[in-house]
């Protein structure tokens, strides 16, 4: 069965040190997601790619976190300079299409800030 | 105030139970209505979605939408303790991205 891959799954990082998350969505995805989810919260969009344009980035904190998706499948997210409140679960997700209601999640990426 | 309240519990109950799991929302504009399971450090799965009001069944889970009343529940009908995790709704109108609720932590006891 088909799956989102996330790496690493584990990533403990001391505050001001660089951090980068990967994720290979289902093949043939066109729409992919980041997510950051708090302990106890639900997941919250940090940006959405449409192959390998930006589609929403309005809730991701562009002085330190980036993003791409440079050919259109496999995608990066980077933290730089990381703060201890950014210790939560980064989670990759893709659908078919941006119209799509169906979003696939990976397994995430747990960071501890200390 | 959230656009989408859930009360995180934890809700426990014996195995074999009826569950019953609810969201309350405040935009108007929602029309998917969305039911995920998360397990413990895992990402979230899609259980069920339904459109606009009315009733959607899939073996033991049963989606429900009151638009009038802006309140959707998800039943889960002789409980296992395999469905213990965190159950989240979401829920998106004109936009692509849903809006997430914080989940509600099911724990079911043999």
């Known amino acids: 069965e088909a799956e989102v891959a996330q790496s690493p799954r584990y990533k403990i990082t001391e505050k001001s040190q660089a951090v980068a998350f990967w994720c290979d969505p289902i093949?043939?995805?066109?729409?992919l997601y980041w997510y950051r989810q708090i302990l106890g919260q639900g997941p919250e969009l940090l940006v959405q790619?449409?192959?390998?344009?930006?589609?929403?980035d309005s809730q991701l904190p562009k002085d330190r976190f980036s993003a791409e998706r440079l050919k259109g499948v496999d995608s990066t997210l980077k933290i730089q300079p990381a703060e201890l409140g950014d210790s939560a679960m980064y989670l990759c997700?893709?659908?078919?299409?941006?119209?799509?209601?169906?979003?696939?999640f990976g397994p995430g990426t747990r960071l501890t800030v200390l | 105030q959230k656009e989408v309240e859930q009360d995180p519990g934890p809700l426990s109950v014996p195995e074999g139970a009826i569950v019953s799991l609810n969201c309350t929302y405040s935009?108007?504009?929602?029309?998917?209505f969305m039911w995920y399971r998360q397990y413990s450090r895992k990402g979230p799965e899609l259980l069920m979605y339904t459109y606009s009001s009315g009733n959607k069944e899939d073996g033991r889970f049963t989606a429900q939408v009151d638009k009038s009343s802006k309140y959707i529940s998800l039943f889960i009908r002789d409980s296992q303790p395999s469905d213990s995790a965190t159950y989240l709704c979401?829920?998106?109108?004109?936009?692509?991205?849903?809006?997430f609720g914080r989940g509600t932590s099911l724990i079911v006891h043999p």
């Open positions: 979401a829920m998106k109108g004109g936009s692509y991205i849903p809006t």
């Open positions: 997700a893709s659908s078919f299409t941006s119209g799509s209601n169906e979003q696939f």
């Open positions: 790619f449409q192959d390998e344009s930006v589609v929403d």
């Open positions: 093949s043939g995805h066109a729409t």
């Open positions: 935009n108007s504009a929602f029309q998917y």
